[in-house]
């Protein structure tokens, strides 16, 4: 499934793939050396847009 993001750092792309087939309320997505969190905004049946809500870095 294709989504769409807004918010979050720029050189994170605007749109990414995931293999769920529902939309789930968040998505995680690893970007450099940390994670980039997404809450779901709108869903019109299509696309579903996300919403950058916070990063978090990986613990070493």
């Not at 793939?17 to 779901?40: C, K, T």
């Amino acid at each position: 499934m294709e989504i769409k993001l807004t918010g979050g750092p720029s050189g994170l792309g605007r749109h990414a793939s995931i293999s769920d087939a529902e939309p789930p309320d968040r998505v995680v997505i690893r970007y450099l050396n940390g994670y980039e969190h997404f809450e779901i905004s709108e869903y019109d049946g299509e696309v579903p847009t996300y919403r950058w809500i916070y990063s978090t870095k990986i613990a070493e």
